[in-house]
């Protein structure tokens, strides 16, 4: 089992309000239950960027919702919960996801050049807010987002990719930015013992 890293308070409270907002109220208290985290009922951490937060907490949270569905529901709640991060995170904490919002999307840039712009700045937010060392790369087709340290190293070993979350969140980001949707993959996964977690970002829309 990997160190444990520190979060902010922010990231796991926008996890905890975009997992009510699937499950519902007791939905979430029951995920809370099943990750151990009872603390947090109807006690979400605070809205502030502090480092007070554990990774393993992000992780068992995301692995008890996991739990509650079974894995083969699992897969699409997560992905919805990761859309909601996303939405949530525009809303309540910009901060966190590092966006300049409206302003982005109004550039008169190529598309292309918009999701790289929103891509770096997601990046930038990983490494300088959220403490998880991310970065980017590009290629003619697609770009890759690299996370070098992520919480699905503290959850059970699974089959395939597992982190729908992110994978989530990369496909409601794309979708707001250019109201496309993208087939972003999950390539590979420290879960399954990968030095990464890579996520591809097809430059094409489905």
Known sequence: MPEDRMMPNDALRLLFFSIEEVMGKDGMKAALRGAKLEQYIDNYPPKNLSLDVRFSEYAHTEQAVE????????????????RATFNYGMKEQSAVLGLAGQALKLMPLPM????????????????????????????ADSFTMIVDFCMCQFRPKHQSPCCYVTVGALTEAM???????????????MNLGADCCRYRIPKTPE
């Open 67 to 82: 739990d509650f569905y079974g894995p083969r529901g699992a897969k699409a709640m997560l992905l919805r919960v990761g």
């Open 112 to 139: 292309t050049s918009k999701m790289k712009l929103l891509l770096e700045q997601m990046v930038a937010a990983a490494n300088k807010t959220v403490n998880q060392p991310t970065r980017l790369e590009e290629d």
């Open 175 to 189: 979708r707001w930015l250019t109201d496309k949707t993208f087939a972003i993959q999950e390539l590979t996964c």
